[in-house]
């Protein structure tokens, strides 16, 4: 590594963290990032320094993201700095290649197939006393009991899909499963085995089915590729399955792999992400480098210490100082409300944001809040301000000049929210929470880091959110407090 190389990537030049992470090419790679440390810059920076440094070509560098808004927004970024057309692959683009160059015809399934599928059985089976055998002592006039089983059971079968996929592995979790959920199981896999065979049927490919064609692809077959480095943004938000494909491309190829992530900012295991990917990264993938992105660029300093303190209170994350230039006294606004619709239209008057991005967790949290008739498509008409919404999962990777954060009662579906995951879904829940609240805790801490100066925190008085409970408890000097 030329610790005496500066790369300026988009008229902004590397900071010695950054560079280092950059210029960080004889070893595989875990980088650290916090939240605004620049690390679609550094990932872009790696890509220049490779090419114009290394002389290694562009089609053996492999730079995988997670959505096509991700890949196409680091395409461009790259065209910028490079003045190079390049393909940055999701997984399932990916995927999709390595199928296609073996030669495999494929149809993708529709994405709503194994819940028409569930649908379509409970319909058909929808005796009481078949579902008081399966699932015990409920209220079975209630339809809102089989609408739940059947969100349990999609649930259930898309993370089995996502962590384990092998057909054969659903009996070993029979095997050890209590006597209690043996019905349930047993249940869930004969859906499971229909959406298999209906599949199967009709020549149907999902999309962690390519994933996992792709890998045996891989495996089996000579892979034509010549990939010298492989680079995977959000690497915290990787799945096993997705895992499992890197390393049989790594193998073949004998690539150095570069990761970066941040454990702070995985929301996803609702969707099969498995955290412990990334906080076992060097154990995974040996020997590897470990570095930080040290240096925030969008919070104030007394911002990311509240956040950074908050999520820290899980010690079993991975300690980070981030370092910021930029001062506020007081970055944390809590607005008190006692009407919610009159004091929002208020809590809007006094923000008087020309940018202000407004988070929940959940999609219609929105709605609460604010009449319909002036929300088109999450924008809300109001004073000539630029004012969207977006549920906080929605929301990860983006950043605006001020934050407002609603739904912040101590009630079930607020934050935190008080649903916990049924307990048949143990057999497929890679992690768990080992302390409270914790992946609703990285929730909020992707909330209050989105923004670039203030976070309003849009609070009913008489019922705060255990969270805020807990942020005037231990970091009062950082709030402010208005009574709308």
């Known amino acids: 590594m030329n610790s005496k190389i500066k790369l300026t990537i988009l008229g902004h030049t590397l900071d010695k963290e950054q560079t280092k992470a950059a ?40 730079c995988l993201t997670f959505t096509n808004e991700a890949s196409k927004s680091l395409e461009l970024k790259i065209k910028q700095e490079l003045n190079l057309d390049y393909k940055v692959y999701t997984f399932h683009k990916l995927a999709l290649e390595i199928i296609k160059n073996n030669n495999l015809n494929y149809i993708i399934a529709p994405s709503d197939l194994l819940k028409y599928l569930i649908d379509e059985i409970f319909s058909s089976l929808i005796n009481k006393d078949y579902f008081k055998h399966l699932f015990f002592n409920q209220n079975y006039e209630n339809s809102y009991y ?47 085995d229909m959406y298999i ?17 792709a890998t045996k692809l891989v495996k089996e077959n000579n892979f034509n590729y010549n990939y010298k480095y492989i680079i995977i943004d959000e ?26 992530g ?28 470990k570095l930080y992105l040290k240096n925030t660029y969008r ?6 210490h509240v956040a950074g303190s908050f999520i820290m209170q899980n010690k079993n994350q991975i300690y980070k100082k981030l370092k910021s230039s930029k001062s506020l006294s007081k970055p944390l606004i809590i607005l008190y409300y006692h009407d919610i619709s009159k004091d929002f239209i208020k809590a809007l008057k006094l923000i008087n944001s020309p940018k202000l991005l407004i988070l ?50 101590n009630n079930i579906n607020s934050l935190p929210t008080k649903i916990k995951d049924e307990h048949i879904l143990k057999y497929v829940l890679l992690t768990k929470d080992i302390y409270p609240y914790e992946e609703e805790r990285r929730l909020f801490y992707v909330a209050l880091t989105r923004t670039k100066n203030y976070c309003y925190l849009f609070v009913n008085k008489n019922n705060p959110s255990i969270f805020i409970k807990e942020l005037l408890n231990k970091y009062s000097k950082y709030i402010d407090i208005i009574n709308l």
């Open 262 to 289: 941040d454990d702070f900012q995985s929301i996803y295991r609702f969707s099969g992400c498995n955290l412990n990917n990334f906080l076992n990264f060097t154990k995974h993938f040996y020997p590897t480098k």
């Open 299 to 304: 919070n104030s300093q007394e911002l990311i």
């Open 23 to 62: 210029l960080t090419n004889k070893v595989n790679t875990l980088i650290i990032a916090g939240a605004g440390s620049g690390k679609s810059l550094t990932m872009v920076g790696k890509i220049k320094y490779l090419v114009k440094y290394q002389n290694i070509k562009l089609d053996e560098i492999l």
């Open 360 to 409: 929940g967790r959940n999609n219609n949290d929105i709605y609460h809040v604010i009449d319909s008739k002036f929300i088109n498509n999450n924008l809300i008409t109001y004073d000539n301000n630029y004012i969207y919404y977006k549920t906080i999962h929605k929301a990860k990777g983006l950043e605006e000049d001020n934050v407002l954060i609603i739904n912040l009662t």
């Open 235 to 260: 690497y915290q938000d990787t799945s096993t399955v997705r895992e499992n494909l890197v390393k049989e491309i790594k193998n073949k190829t004998k690539a150095l792999l570069t990761v970066v």
């Open 197 to 213: 065979l209906e599949k199967q049927s009709q020549g149907l490919i999902d999309f962690d089915d390519m994933i996992y064609i």
């Open 146 to 192: 089989f609408e739940n089983y059947k969100k349990i059971i999609h649930r259930f079968i898309s993370l089995y899909i996502a962590n384990f996929y092998d057909t054969k592995y659903f009996n070993n979790i029979i095997k050890k499963a209590s006597k209690k959920d043996l019905n349930y199981l047993l249940i869930i896999k004969k859906i499971y």
